[in-house]
């Protein structure tokens, strides 16, 4: 019996006698939670890819602040930044069903080691160019950001169907919510060491310092005890078709509309990355140093996400806390155009409760629902979708700004979130089938 399994038994065990004994139906619940916070916090797979996932974002998130800026400060450079990140949205859009079936054919683990491994390589000569004296130029930045764009485009669906695969399924909530902490946390000190880097440091030397923290990462990862899932290496696992995933929801209407409009703060999020810097210098009027205080604003509300919105979700269940994180983010995003400078970073905090509470709740409910087998094809699926959609509003919000109407760009978006907030309530009434088995949300209204 392994070391997991062990574990496993022992935890059964302690829950067995929370069960039977006479606590009181609170306490026992509480004592429930804790035991199985406890549990997770204490599994070394856990805590190694916690230590992996902060080396990489911290290393990975310093290049992807420096060679954005650096190709922006060169010549013509904004332009050929517009073109390099359309042209990535479009070449990610057409790869990511193909990786979502390599991730329910592969080893989840080899595929984070060898992204890693290739990233690393190119990281590494690139970084000996700067070494042995030679200058850099526009084309080795845009190798470098599609390295770094390509690396993201897999690793985040991996690692969440890694994280579906070996963690069990009472521990989601809490995962998901550490891993949003996680993952915030380390971009506030990738934002803040660039700042500090950019300044004092030649390109070489970051791109060194992303490769050693690449190199730890690949430890630590190299480090997790793993098996495929047996169903994974059936033999119509290793034929996976890249469609099984629509076809999967296809069969379930409610739950698909459930989670495609679920996805919408992600995609006002990547849009208004691009159109809250225009509303702050041509709108708000404000310096470019406040911009970075929204960065900071945004930071702590998706930290507190995070942190409360698994203890929340224990409460009302993730579909209740996906619905109020999206209508919360509706509401912030409605409001902006309305703001002074005050009231814009109050709703910057509720943005990013609403989208990272949305994000939290809803990797759990997929983790809960959707069968390990295919997560990848299904996950894919919806961030297929999402560039698609990405692309299109991108295209028209560019056009918009750029003749002076940003304030239309945000009542547009305002618009498509109120849709997405009234088809997410509806569709949840209207229950799912999952698993083989039928669940309906009743919503209370008082």
Known sequence: MTEFKIRKLKYSESIKKLDEGNFGSELTSKLKEF?????????????????????????????????????????????????????????????????????????????????????????????????????????????????????????????????????QKDQYKVLNGTMEVQGQLSSVIAGALASILLSKWDLQYILLLNVLTYSAAMYFYFKIPYVRDSIGRTKEAFKPKSTEGLLYMLKRPAMFLFLFFSIMPFIGVMITNYLFPVYLADVLKVSGSFYGIQSMVYGVGAVVAGIIVPIIARKLGDERTIIYSVITYTIAISLIILANIPFYLSLMFLIALGNSGSRVARNSFLMDQIPNEIIGRVDSLFRTIGLLLRTGLLAIFTGMASTGLIIYCFIILSGILVISSIFVTVSSRKGFETKGKATKLTMKIN
């Open 35 to 167: 035991i199985k916070m406890k549990r997770l916090y204490n599994d070394s797979r856990f805590r190694l890819i916690i230590f992996a996932n902060i080396a990489s974002s911290i290393g990975s998130g310093i290049t992807m602040i420096a060679i954005p800026w650096l190709l922006v400060s060169s010549n013509n450079g904004s332009e050929v930044f517009g073109y390099v990140t359309l042209s990535m949205t479009i070449i990610s859009f057409l790869i990511t069903p193909l990786i979502g079936s390599l991730i329910d054919k592969t080893s989840r683990k080899k595929m984070l080691l060898t992204s890693k491994m290739i990233c690393l390589i190119v990281l590494l000569l690139f970084a000996l160019i700067g070494f042995v004296g030679l200058s850099y130029e526009v084309w080795h930045y845009i190798i470098i950001y599609m390295i770094g764009s390509l690396y993201y485009t897999i690793f985040f669906p991996t690692m969440f169907a890694l994280n579906q695969e070996i963690f």
